[in-house]
């Protein structure tokens, strides 16, 4: 018959190896849109250095490992620009977005060559740099309006982007990829912004003045053209002006609705009226 005590010695070494384990390794557990790359120092001698294969599940390292996570998923990165400066000096403020997204299965190269703050140090700074250096070739005008200039000029930043990560990853790989470069916004800025609202109200007021201008033109030459027409009625009918003037009355007496009217013809010029509603 087995001895207990012998029995019960392997199980308590075992279990106390998991719990010094425990207490010494640890877990890394990426969720489903994670990738982890592991940098793995040694515990004497030598240097630090990346795991060839990244971690996509649960996974026991040792206490001198540490994991970077890396989301790979599609990511959107906004930015803002201050008062960059168009082809005409208008100073503008931008806002654009760009998806970025790190390709799954490549994040121990990803950290290896660009280190876990690749997108600070690589992308960010080159791709501020090319939409200052477009902005400045474009018309204020067209970037805050025009939207096939606006597709252009995302278009030429995201082909940019392209080809810096491809020149990057000719000497190491850099495993990204630029989906979309997109302008949110243009505007100018708040002081340039007030002087164009100036300027469009004494634009605005300018055409008013002169649309009034015209009104009053046209109104004019339509009454000098009514009175050549009356007075060439009259000649034609061989009239006084005082019995046109009394025909003209007729007419607008008549056309006054639920008027009835009496008149009362006299040996004068002027009748006698007597106009009842």
Same mark, same amino acid.
């Given at each position: 018959?087995?001895?207990?005590?012998?029995?019960?010695?392997?199980?308590?070494?075992?279990?106390?190896?998991?719990?010094?384990?425990?207490?010494?390794?640890?877990?890394?557990?990426?969720? +489903?849109?994670?990738? #982890?790359?592991?940098?793995?120092?040694?515990?004497?001698?030598?240097?630090?250095?990346?795991?060839?294969?990244?971690?996509?599940?649960?996974?026991?390292?040792?206490?001198?490992?540490? #994991?970077? +996570?890396?989301?790979?998923?599609?990511?959107?990165?906004?930015?803002?620009?201050? /008062?960059?400066?168009?082809?005409?000096?208008?100073?503008?403020?931008?806002?654009?977005?760009?998806?970025?997204?790190?390709?799954?299965?490549?994040?121990?190269?990803?950290?290896?060559?660009?280190?876990?703050? =690749?997108?600070?140090?690589?992308?960010?700074?080159?791709?501020?740099?090319?939409?200052?250096?477009?902005?400045?070739?474009?018309?204020?005008?067209?970037?805050?309006?025009?939207?096939?200039?606006?597709?252009?000029?995302?278009?030429?930043?995201?082909?940019?982007?392209? @080809?810096?990560?491809?020149?990057?990853?000719?000497?190491?790989?850099?495993?990204?990829?630029?989906?979309?470069?997109?302008? /949110?916004?243009?505007?100018?800025?708040?002081?340039?912004?007030?002087?164009?609202?100036?300027?469009?109200?004494?634009?605005? #007021?300018?055409?008013?003045?002169?649309?009034?201008?015209?009104?009053?033109?046209?109104?004019?030459?339509?009454?000098?053209?009514?009175?050549?027409?009356?007075?060439?009625?009259?000649?034609?009918?061989?009239?006084?002006?005082?019995?046109?003037? @009394?025909?003209?009355? =007729?007419?607008?007496?008549?056309?006054?609705?639920?008027?009835?009217?009496?008149?009362?013809?006299?040996?004068?010029?002027?009748?006698? =009226?007597?106009?009842?509603?």
């Amino acid at each position: 018959m087995n001895n207990p005590k012998k029995i019960l010695l392997p199980v308590a070494l075992v279990v106390t190896f998991c719990a010094i384990g425990l207490v010494f390794f640890s877990f890394v557990n990426p969720s +489903y849109d994670q990738e #982890a790359a592991l940098k793995m120092k040694p515990i004497f001698f030598g240097s630090t250095r990346v795991a060839d294969e990244p971690v996509n599940s649960i996974t026991l390292i040792a206490p001198t490992t540490t #994991a970077v +996570y890396f989301n790979i998923l599609p990511q959107k990165m906004q930015f803002q620009f201050d /008062d960059l400066l168009s082809n005409d000096n208008t100073p503008l403020d931008v806002n654009m977005y760009m998806i970025i997204q790190v390709k799954k299965g490549q994040t121990p190269d990803l950290l290896r060559n660009y280190g876990e703050n =690749w997108f600070e140090n690589f992308i960010e700074p080159y791709f501020r740099n090319k939409v200052r250096e477009y902005v400045s070739s474009c018309s204020p005008f067209d970037l805050m309006s025009n939207r096939e200039v606006l597709a252009k000029f995302d278009d030429r930043i995201k082909q940019s982007m392209r @080809q810096y990560v491809a020149s990057l990853s000719r000497k190491a790989n850099f495993p990204i990829d630029i989906q979309q470069v997109i302008t /949110d916004r243009v505007m100018p800025n708040k002081e340039q912004l007030e002087e164009m609202n100036k300027t469009a109200a004494s634009i605005q #007021a300018k055409q008013t003045q002169e649309k009034r201008a015209e009104m009053e033109l046209a109104r004019a030459k339509a009454e000098r053209n009514k009175a050549v027409a009356d007075k060439a009625y009259m000649t034609e009918l061989n009239l006084s002006p005082a019995q046109f003037i @009394q025909l003209r009355a =007729w007419d607008v007496i008549e056309k006054k609705n639920g008027a009835n009217i009496d008149v009362l013809f006299g040996g004068g010029e002027t009748p006698m =009226w007597n106009i009842r509603r």
